[in-house]
């Protein structure tokens, strides 16, 4: 059974193609992994399936009584709610059913006999819904779901102002699965969870009946969830069964084959062009020579794709800073609260440190903490001279309306419109990219207009809160060995193990410090 049928989608974007003839079907139960490097059109399918965004051609055709449920790199939670009251909105559509029940057994007590029947016949029938949807464990059901990913631990009763980018993303994802929607649309949901918290994310897509899609640059974690693969590429996306390894292999395959089309073809053009231009001239073989030209003119030139361009990262190195580059007495860090318990702290010059743990523990105030953003809850952080801190944060600007060119050209104004865009190319982005505003650019697209201004600055210590969210793997691969080239200090926050392991030279987990429960 087709759930979503999409036929021939076209879309444009500044003059460039973004989706070109996309037809796909969505079919029950299929668990639908959607890749493709960063600034191929990811996002702007789902928001086109989604009806977020028209298409400039194509249709799109859901089937009668559809459910679905999407959580997108934009989504935002409005203040003054705490994320109790956020997750109860999951289940409206039975609390408006429990009120119409009320109203029926209010309406019970003036009613005559054959009323009274009809009335009962439909308020059994409403009852009989409320049951079989659970609706009387509603509260179990959240408790269940918020535990696993790891909302307990911040506590169901705490205002939705008050939490960080990371804890919102695990609120929405929460009240999503909490609808238990037909279909499931998920945009890079791993990007803000643990460990702990991923695997319990997996287990729960492995085993959920619906249909799902799934955009995730976390391989281990597509691999393990998905069964078919829709890769986008130069506009064009193309069905593979089976998970992400699946897809390595039969893109290879494919692939090889072309170019060897490509090749044998490229050699019978050359020797078309060859006998024509011997032939044409000829009085007793230029009917030869135009038969071959027909033939050229009719041919239909294979064409390989264009090579994926690797964002280039390099950092440019300041002058050494003093031995010690911080070090902390009796550090307690928090705002209304102590978040750790009594820390000494030392991080030396060359040293390059991962942090790790749960998220809502503090990793990210420690970051600001050491670099001297946040006042210490209780002691000190002495800083050491010298000190040129490139400072890479989590989350940006939301409603950031200026373009990639001019977030860099103000913050660099010496630099020539030129090299503000060369500058940006060397991070991967296209004409179209540099052009667009900051708040409309995909999550990838953004995070390298950001790694694009810490390059052009001189830098001793390098601090990045999860800087390899929303990169693609060759950004992912490219920032890696940028990081290890570099000479200087580095504090990185990360939960991809994978990211930092083997560079390191000391991990530091949070959940050795903290005054919470884990």
Aim: aromatic fraction near 8%; include cysteine; proline fraction near 2%.
């Amino acid at each position: 059974m087709s759930l979503l049928t999409v036929e021939q989608v076209n879309h444009d974007f500044g003059g460039r193609k973004i989706l070109e003839g996309v037809s796909f079907r969505l079919l029950k139960g299929e668990h639908v992994g959607l890749i493709g490097a960063n600034g191929e059109g990811k996002s702007t399918l789902l928001n086109i399936i989604t009806g977020s965004l028209m298409p400039d051609e194509g249709t799109v055709e859901w089937c009668n009584r559809i459910t679905t449920g999407y959580l997108d790199q934009q989504t935002t939670l409005k203040k003054g709610s705490t994320i109790r009251d956020v997750l109860k909105t999951a289940f409206d559509g039975m609390f408006q059913l429990e009120q119409e029940l009320i109203k029926l057994y209010d309406s019970m007590g003036e009613a005559g006999p054959e009323a009274l029947e009809n009335l009962m016949e439909e308020a059994n029938e409403l009852q009989h819904i409320l049951e079989n949807n659970g609706f009387y464990m509603i509260d179990a059901k959240i408790e269940t779901v918020a535990k696993g990913l790891g909302l307990t631990e911040i506590g169901l009763d705490r205002e939705v102002s008050e939490l960080s980018g990371g804890q919102r993303t695990k609120v929405l994802l929460t009240k999503l699965l909490l609808e238990n929607p037909m279909i499931l649309i998920l945009d890079e949901p791993t990007n803000f969870l643990d460990a702990e918290h991923i695997q319990w994310l997996q287990t729960y897509l492995q085993n959920y009946e619906n249909s799902f899609i799934l955009v995730s640059h976390d391989i281990e974690f597509l691999n393990s969830v998905v069964n078919v693969i829709y890769h986008l590429d130069q506009a064009t996306l193309i069905r593979y069964k089976g998970d992400y390894d699946n897809f390595l292999r039969m893109d290879a395959l494919k692939k090889r084959q072309l170019e060897q089309a490509y090749e044998k073809q490229q050699k019978e053009i050359d020797k078309l062009e060859t006998f024509i231009a011997k032939n044409k001239a000829r009085v007793a073989t230029t009917n030869m020579a135009k038969s071959r030209q027909k033939k050229l003119d009719k041919m239909e030139v294979i064409q390989l794709g264009r090579e994926k361009i690797k964002p280039q990262f390099a950092f440019k190195e300041a002058r050494a800073a003093t031995r010690y580059i911080c070090q902390s007495e009796d550090l307690v860090i928090g705002y209304d609260a102590p978040l750790t318990s009594s820390l000494k702290i030392t991080l030396e010059r060359g040293e390059k440190v991962a942090i790790k743990g749960v998220n809502g523990l503090g990793k990210s105030t420690l970051l600001r903490t050491l670099i001297g953003e946040l006042t210490p809850y209780e002691g000190k952080v002495q800083l050491g001279d010298y000190l040129q801190i490139g400072y890479f944060q989590q989350e940006s600007a939301e409603d950031n309306r200026k373009t990639a060119l001019q977030e860099v050209w103000d913050e660099y104004p010496a630099m020539t419109n030129g090299e503000v865009r060369a500058a940006l190319a060397k991070c991967g982005l296209n004409y179209e990219h540099i052009e667009t505003k900051m708040m409309v650019l995909s999550g990838g697209e953004n995070a390298k207009v950001r790694l694009c201004k810490l390059m052009l600055k001189e830098v001793n210590w390098l601090v990045l809160d999860e800087p390899t969210n929303h990169l693609d793997g060759l950004a992912k691969e490219s920032l890696k060995e940028a990081l290890m080239a570099f000479k200087g200090t580095i504090l990185l926050v990360s939960h991809d193990p994978s990211f930092y392991e083997d560079w390191v030279t000391d991990i530091w987990n949070v959940e050795d410090w903290t005054t919470k429960i884990v």
